[in-house]
């Protein structure tokens, strides 16, 4: 092999590497709180544009998106990456559609799962969550 193509390969793994060490979720812009109240006028693909994050994960963060194709005013649409003025209530709830639980800074998926008395693979199934470890402050949980 000639150095040319020793080059080539050499710049090919760096970019990879370089492309993989870098990929984090997606972070909402700062001028979307974690806690979006619905206005009139809005729809989840809006609120996800402007706040700067994909709709998949705009649903991942609200579950309760897959059981319904309307959003009003005033209903409660939480940001993933979404910055905390002062911060937010995170704990557990109750709503039109049941008991939830907004995860907080340092909550495991295990200690939630102890909380409601069901078990880990119970609330990963439940919210479509594929790696235990990787939930985040301000996520919706259903038990």
Do not use: E, H
Not at 39 to 66: E, F, H, M
Not at 90 to 114: N, Q
């Amino acid at each position: 092999m000639n150095s040319k193509r020793i080059f080539q390969i050499l710049m090919v793994v760096a970019l990879l590497t370089a492309s993989f060490a870098t990929a984090t979720r997606a972070q909402a812009w700062a001028s979307c709180p974690s806690v979006y109240y619905v206005q009139p006028g809005d729809w989840l693909a809006k609120i996800a544009r402007n706040c700067g994050v994909s709709l998949s994960s705009l649903y991942a963060a609200n579950p309760w998106t897959a059981y319904t194709y309307y959003i009003y005013p005033g209903q409660v649409i939480y940001i993933p990456g979404g910055y905390d003025s002062g911060g937010y209530y995170c704990g557990a709830g109750y709503d039109y559609y049941g008991s939830y639980y907004i995860v907080c800074r340092g909550d495991t998926l295990g200690g939630i799962a102890m909380y409601y008395g069901v078990t880990v693979d119970y609330l990963q199934w439940r919210n479509g969550i594929s790696n235990a470890n990787r939930i985040y402050a301000g996520q919706l949980i259903r038990p």
